[in-house]
């Protein structure tokens, strides 16, 4: 029997259970290995946890600059650069490009396409109103203008992430930003992956700097020599960079503080099991990562708990996804769909998977997803991959209140108000009586001085 949380809440209550993975997943910064805590000591000649690294590397980064940036590349990722070998050169990267697979390249401009006409569609416009007052005209508008200029962190530890490229670029391309600043670590997974340099080409993205990690977070937040200051930050990585993300929050803007990938598998007696053990297993194998099945057929549980044994006993990644499941995931029985719907708002999962007869129906009484996924033939893998909503999604629990990375994620708005003599004198009544209220006398007195 394969060793995972299995819960019946006809016997017993599942709130306990997801406070407790929630508090697992949560990207809190003060848990760290024997090993991680002897490196720790190694570098800064004392035990930290996880947040004073980040505190202490990024302040290093803001004083010091690009000096900091590379002595830190050199004593975590063991790479010594200089100012100019830290950006990749174009030509390495043309290079990598015409050493890609043709087929690689299609899929990218599949792929690219895809992304490109559902982030168009939902790319919102400037809008507004004109209003009458008295004999005048109030003109009212909302302006929506692109960032500047946008940092994009890439991972490239375990494996190398293409797709994170195409799903955090192109909404931003979308959007209309001008410069976009790619860091990936210096590894074979990272900034010397030619999928991940091609890529970059292929989406005609020229700023790529071989730094990763809290360092080069810090260093596109405070602009250093070589790599000037973005406006924004966005893209996953590992507990430092969503601990660097969280820091440098105020002085630019992020997309989000992510944790270990999760799915919830809300399924009924039409789901498959094995369906349902590749769909946990898929997040798992991010390692850490989380997968919970909620169902209220008795059982799919234990069908679900054999798959498990078959499918991960052939797979590559199956030990760390193994690992996964037994520290991070889940399976409950539900008494009925309705106690299954509230246990997933509950969960606020960053994946959500509808497996039953009518998904439509079932997702009408569920507000807290990242992303929602319709039916027994749409795996979370079509989301990560393909289909055009970012993959870049809200994690942690935080689905009660913050949303996946999309093109608007890339606008600043402006509020644009116009009256005129006669609109002002309209209101001017309303301005007056309010000021008067708050006791600003100054403010009423710049209505007043305009008034025949």
């Given at each position: 029997?394969?060793?995972?949380?299995?819960?019946?809440?006809?016997?017993?209550?599942?709130?306990?259970?997801?406070?407790?993975?929630?508090?697992?997943?949560?990207?809190?910064?003060?848990?760290?290995?024997?090993?991680?805590?002897?490196r720790?000591?190694?570098?800064?000649?004392?035990?930290?946890?996880?947040?004073?690294?980040?505190?202490?590397?990024?302040?290093?980064?803001?004083t010091?600059?690009?000096?900091?940036?590379l002595?830190?590349?050199?004593k975590?990722?063991?790479?010594?650069?200089?100012?100019?070998?830290?950006?990749v050169?174009?030509?390495?990267?043309?290079?990598?490009?015409?050493?890609?697979?043709?087929?690689?390249?299609?899929?990218?401009?599949?792929?690219?396409?895809?992304?490109?006409?559902?982030?168009?569609?939902?790319?919102?416009?400037?809008?507004?109103?004109?209003?009458?007052?008295?004999?005048?005209?109030?003109?009212?508008?909302?302006?929506?203008?692109?960032?500047?200029?946008?940092?994009?962190?890439?991972?490239?530890?375990?494996?190398?992430y293409?797709?994170?490229?195409?799903?955090?670029i192109?909404?931003?391309?979308?959007?209309?930003?001008k410069?976009?600043?790619?860091v990936?670590?210096?590894?074979?997974?990272?900034?010397?992956?030619?999928?991940?340099l091609?890529?970059c080409?292929?989406?005609?993205v020229?700023?790529v700097?071989r730094?990763?990690?809290?360092?080069?977070?810090?260093?596109m937040?405070?602009g250093?020599?070589?790599?000037?200051?973005?406006?924004?930050?966005v893209?996953?990585?590992n507990?430092?960079?969503?601990?660097?993300?969280?820091?440098?929050?105020?002085e630019?803007?992020?997309?989000?503080?992510?944790?270990?990938?999760?799915?919830?598998v809300?399924?009924?007696?039409?789901?498959?099991?094995?369906?349902v053990?590749?769909?946990?297993?898929?997040q798992?194998?991010?390692?850490p990562?989380?997968?919970?099945?909620?169902?209220?057929?008795?059982?799919?549980?234990?069908?679900v708990?054999?798959?498990?044994t078959?499918?991960?006993?052939?797979?590559?990644?199956?030990?760390?996804?193994?690992?996964?499941?037994?520290?991070?995931?889940?399976?409950?029985?539900?008494?009925d769909?309705?106690?299954?719907?509230?246990?997933?708002d509950?969960?606020?999962?960053?994946h959500?998977?509808?497996?039953?007869?009518?998904?439509?129906?079932?997702?009408?009484?569920?507000?807290?997803?990242?992303?929602?996924?319709l039916?027994?033939?749409?795996?979370?893998?079509?989301g990560?991959?393909?289909?055009?909503?970012?993959?870049?999604?809200?994690?942690?629990?935080?689905?009660?209140?913050?949303?996946?990375?999309?093109?608007?994620?890339?606008?600043?708005?402006?509020?644009?108000?116009?009256?005129?003599?006669?609109?002002?004198?309209?209101?001017?009544?309303?301005?007056?009586?309010?000021?008067?209220?708050?006791?600003?006398?100054?403010?009423?007195?710049?209505?007043?001085?305009?008034?025949?």
């Amino acid at each position: 029997m394969f060793p995972i949380t299995t819960i019946d809440c006809r016997t017993s209550d599942a709130t306990a259970l997801i406070d407790e993975l929630r508090a697992k997943l949560s990207p809190r910064g003060d848990i760290v290995s024997e090993a991680g805590r002897q490196r720790t000591i190694a570098l800064f000649g004392e035990a930290l946890s996880p947040q004073q690294v980040v505190e202490r590397i990024c302040g290093d980064v803001k004083t010091r600059g690009l000096d900091a940036l590379l002595h830190y590349t050199e004593k975590l990722d063991r790479k010594a650069l200089t100012r100019e070998s830290m950006r990749v050169p174009a030509e390495e990267l043309a290079a990598a490009h015409a050493k890609a697979s043709p087929e690689f390249l299609q899929t990218l401009r599949h792929i690219r396409a895809n992304i490109e006409e559902f982030q168009k569609a939902i790319l919102v416009h400037d809008a507004g109103v004109k209003r009458p007052a008295g004999k005048g005209t109030i003109e009212l508008r909302q302006r929506y203008l692109p960032l500047r200029r946008i940092g994009v962190c890439v991972p490239g530890g375990a494996a190398a992430y293409p797709s994170t490229l195409l799903m955090t670029i192109v909404p931003a391309q979308v959007a209309g930003v001008k410069e976009i600043a790619v860091v990936v670590p210096p590894t074979d997974f990272g900034a010397y992956n030619i999928d991940v340099l091609a890529t970059c080409h292929e989406l005609g993205v020229t700023e790529v700097y071989r730094v990763g990690g809290a360092q080069a977070v810090a260093a596109m937040a405070y602009g250093v020599d070589g790599l000037p200051q973005v406006d924004k930050i966005v893209g996953p990585g590992n507990l430092f960079v969503a601990l660097a993300k969280k820091h440098v929050y105020g002085e630019v803007d992020i997309d989000s503080i992510a944790g270990p990938s999760e799915v919830v598998v809300l399924a009924d007696d039409t789901a498959r099991a094995d369906f349902v053990a590749s769909d946990l297993i898929s997040q798992a194998e991010h390692s850490p990562g989380s997968g919970v099945l909620i169902t209220w057929h008795e059982p799919l549980i234990s069908a679900v708990r054999d798959e498990l044994t078959k499918q991960l006993a052939r797979l590559e990644r199956g030990d760390l996804a193994a690992r996964s499941l037994t520290d991070y995931s889940a399976l409950i029985l539900a008494r009925d769909a309705a106690e299954a719907a509230r246990l997933t708002d509950l969960f606020a999962p960053e994946h959500l998977h509808i497996s039953t007869a009518a998904p439509e129906a079932m997702v009408a009484g569920i507000q807290n997803a990242g992303a929602i996924f319709l039916g027994h033939y749409t795996p979370v893998a079509m989301g990560d991959y393909v289909a055009g909503p970012s993959h870049v999604l809200p994690t942690g629990g935080t689905a009660r209140f913050a949303n996946g990375l999309c093109a608007n994620d890339f606008l600043k708005r402006s509020s644009l108000i116009a009256y005129d003599a006669q609109s002002l004198a309209a209101d001017a009544p309303h301005v007056q009586r309010m000021a008067d209220k708050e006791g600003l006398t100054a403010h009423r007195a710049s209505v007043d001085i305009r008034l025949p």
